[in-house]
């Protein structure tokens, strides 16, 4: 394994246990215990941590790491602007995508399907997904929406998790079969009935989400003195 894997590996699974609250927003996140249980050095621990304080789960304070309070306001207004990016970048899409991109959008899908029979591969079936949206916006041929989208989408990774990690196996079928929909839609040209897709797609991502978030503000209320340091098993 890489260090990038191993990175990559750490950081999913600490953001997995915090969207799971299995750590509690508060909660101190001690390097040298989190790395002992990973069986790992305290670099790559300390590197994940650095990064889910980028994406904004993590707070660095003068005494070390913490598990940061939800703001279920942030979310929505992130998901408001990823409506925005993406409905025009579908409209676009349907007018300029060519052959080759259907074809790679396709290819994703079948690797989606094969992945979704085996929960422990879950972080690839996300980053998949959103493989799907990023080749969606490359296809609009608009070089600023696409990085636009990509920055954002970045930035948005925990609470795509969030959603995934929390949406029912009727939900995960149903946004696969959205994820057909807009591509067929893009491949026939039909920009409005694809942007309608894509905008119930995202809407109904946005408040699963919500609904996780402000659990998760409920949890912040308790006073953060109370809570143990965090141990990962």
Request: hydrophobic content about 45%; glycine content about 6%; aromatic content about 2%.
């Amino acid at each position: 394994m890489t260090e990038c894997q191993l990175g990559d590996l750490i950081l999913d699974r600490l953001r997995t246990k915090i969207i799971s609250n299995e750590l509690r927003p508060g909660m101190k996140l001690v390097d040298r215990a989190l790395a002992r249980d990973l069986g790992v050095s305290r670099t790559p621990v300390r590197e994940a941590l650095g990064r889910l304080v980028e994406i904004g789960i993590v707070d660095s304070r003068v005494r070390g790491f913490y598990v940061a309070g939800a703001d279920s306001t942030r979310v929505a207004d992130l998901y408001h602007l990823r409506e925005i990016l993406e409905v025009g970048s579908i409209q676009l899409a349907a007018a300029n995508a060519q052959p080759i991109d259907i074809q790679e959008l396709r290819s994703i899908l079948m690797q989606i399907e094969k992945l979704q029979a085996d929960p422990a591969r879950k972080g690839e079936e996300v980053r998949l997904g959103l493989t799907v949206h990023q080749v969606l916006a490359r296809s609009s041929g608009n070089g600023a929406i696409q990085q636009a989208l990509y920055r954002l989408l970045d930035q948005m990774l925990t609470f795509i998790w969030m959603e995934v990690l929390n949406e029912s196996d009727e939900t995960s079928a149903t946004s696969h079969r959205e994820h057909k929909l807009i591509i067929d839609l893009v491949e026939a040209g039909r920009g409005e009935d694809a942007a309608e897709v894509i905008r119930s797609h995202l809407r109904s991502a946005r408040e699963r989400v919500i609904s996780v978030m402000r659990a998760r503000e409920a949890l912040s209320a308790p006073a953060r003195a109370s809570i143990p340091s965090a141990i990962v098993h």
